[in-house]
């Protein structure tokens, strides 16, 4: 509890050193809401990014940034965002999905080898492709995506060395369903809950681990309930930063550029440091008591042959065709 007032409290006051007003008062207020810890270059990122949009929109655009999910958790940020309660929001593919099913292609287990792969992808006709899909459903998304990095699996019981170290195993998932059958494939037992429910699922055992990328391993503080770190490179996360239809529209052509290409400056700064930092973390983890291990992941691909069938259909033949140009050959 202490440590979650000190994380509200220093967010509160980041947040609010990021909109500090200028003399004029803005002509449209607006709140930006997402999950991650203030230390976590997403929240750096962004507080840079809107105060930059409010200055070169000589202040008529303002937007308050309310990191750690202060004004709800990821799905109810989707619900607020759709609603008009919430003006913008970084959301994952996974998230998304409950509205657009096919943003959880990102998602997909083994598709991608690198960030720069999935950067090839999503900046390109496999991310057109998906925000047009978007869009038909009122969520105006960002030309480029933010990145969290590839997921690895961590444990408080014993590590994940091949598929059959699954067996039994409780794993924390996003509320997703390519995650839960990812992982039912595999051979473990998910539980799809909110990131920001998952330190105490962890701490309390509700479940034995989670899979989330380095950066979030750390900022989050999971490496105090966790043990275990195997190294899976699984799946990519990441975030799209959205807008409400109304919102978006309300505001004029010139400002709509301006935060259209102030995101693209800032989705390729914190693409950066967030490569800087996972660079460095695995190390850092380890330091922290992390014991580490190499996954045999090709006991993990030969068992996804008929999830990757199913998400073919599930998908589309446009948006896996697309995927296909970068990844090769999937299914």
Known sequence: MLRSRFLSGAAAATGAAAVAAPAAAAQWEYKFGHDMPVQHPLHTTMVRMWREVEQRTGGRLRVAVFPQNQLGSDSAALSQIRSGALQFTCLSGAIIASVVPVTQIENLPFA???GDEVFHAMDNELGEYL???MEAKDLIAMPRMYDLGLRQVTSSTHPIRTADDFANF???????????DAFKALGASPTSISFNETYVALQTHVVDGQETPYSVIETSRLYEVQKYLSVTNHSWAGWWLLANVDAWRSLPSDVQDVVREISVKYSAIERRETALANAALADKLSRRGMIF??????????RLTAFYADWKTAFGTTAWNSL????????
Do not use: H
Request: glycine content about 2%; cysteine-free.
């Open 170 to 180: 409780k794993i924390r998932t996003p509320p997703s369903k390519i995650f839960v």
């Open 293 to 302: 291990n190499k996954a045999d992941t090709a006991t993990f691909k030969a």
């Open 112 to 114: 991608f080898s690198s």
């Open 131 to 133: 925000r047009r899909e």
């Open 324 to 331: 296909q140009k970068v990844t090769g050959r999937l299914a």
